[in-house]
Structure formats: structure tokens, C-alpha cells
């Protein structure tokens, strides 16, 4: 009897032992799915900037050949139940025409990385159908701030389209 309840704590110790030393989920950081709850929503994407990016290279355009001035003030429709959503220019600014495009969006992990993901959705597409899509690093995505980081590569090296939003 002594012996049998002498195993029963050694392998209780044990357990309480290697439990103690498993990692957590959220110890190693944010996974796609709990970034995905921290982005529904409505946003403003306030600010289109440019990390590592040499002066004399010239960036216009964005994701499907948008001026990015136009993006500015641009309003990112997330919403809790699905995974469409959608986003609308309303720039005034030239070269930017007012509209609304219809998105599928999701999370994505990959080697400790979360993205944003989304493809735009044309009138009488599916998303499965749709080859294009956008992938961006999610660095932030807080509260009341979410930060987006686009590599690029510009005379071979790699350099960064950053796109700064606030919740609405």
C-alpha cells in the first residue's frame, strides 16, 4: 500500500512538473485567430508611409493600382458575424474616384507572423474564384490602432509600405 501510494505522488509531482513547463499559447504572441477578434470592425486608414524606401524610388500605387493618397481617409468595414466585408474611398483628392469595394478578409499565421489578408470582390465572383488577393503584416492591432506593413523590393533590397488606421 505504501509503495502504490508512493507511485501516486511521484507521478502526480511529474505531472504538476512538466504542466508547469509546457509553453503557453499565449506566451509565444498573437495567433491569427485571436488578431482576427482584435480587428473587427470599422477603421480609418489614416496614413499611407514608406519605410526603407529610397527618395530618388517613386511609390504611387497601392494593392490594385490605387493612387495611396487615395487610401488616406479611406474607411475598412470589418464586421463581427463574416468575413466579408468592405472598404470605401471617399477622397476628394485628383486622380481618386469616390467607391466602395466588397472584400473577403481573414487572419493568417505564418513562421510567428499574423497577416491581413483580403481579396476584392467583383460583382458576380465568388471568393474562391478569385486568384488576387493582398497579404499584410498585422504589427499592430490594438484596442484603437492597427498598423499594416507591405514588403516591397526596390533596387533589391526590401523596403516597407506601412498603413496606419484607427478604429472608428
Not at 508547469?20 to 506566451?27: D, E, L, Q
Not at 524606401?53 to 490605387?66: E, G, H, M, S, Y
Not at 499565421?109 to 499584410?136: H, W
Request: charged fraction near 20%; aromatic fraction near 10%.
Amino acid at each position: 500500500m505504501k509503495k502504490i501510494l508512493h507511485a501516486i505522488m511521484v507521478t502526480g509531482l511529474m505531472a504538476v512538473v512538466f504542466s508547469a513547463c509546457k509553453s503557453s499559447k499565449s506566451a509565444q504572441g498573437p495567433t491569427a485567430k485571436s488578431e482576427k477578434k482584435n480587428i473587427k470592425g470599422t477603421w480609418v486608414l489614416n496614413n499611407v508611409s514608406f519605410e526603407g524606401v529610397p527618395k530618388t524610388a517613386r511609390v504611387t500605387t497601392v494593392f490594385n493600382n490605387i493612387p495611396y493618397k487615395c487610401l488616406e481617409g479611406s474607411v475598412w468595414t470589418l464586421p463581427n458575424a463574416t468575413a466579408n466585408g468592405s472598404y470605401a474611398i471617399t477622397s476628394s483628392e485628383t486622380g481618386c474616384s469616390p467607391v466602395t469595394q466588397n472584400i473577403v478578409w481573414s487572419t493568417y499565421d505564418r513562421d510567428g507572423i499574423v497577416y491581413f489578408q483580403f481579396k476584392e470582390l467583383l460583382s458576380g465572383v465568388k471568393a474562391k474564384n478569385t486568384a488576387d488577393g493582398y497579404r499584410v503584416e498585422l504589427t499592430t492591432a490594438g484596442d484603437n490602432a492597427m498598423t499594416w506593413r507591405a514588403p516591397v523590393t526596390i533596387d533589391g533590397t526590401t523596403a516597407y509600405i506601412v498603413y496606419s488606421l484607427s478604429r472608428r
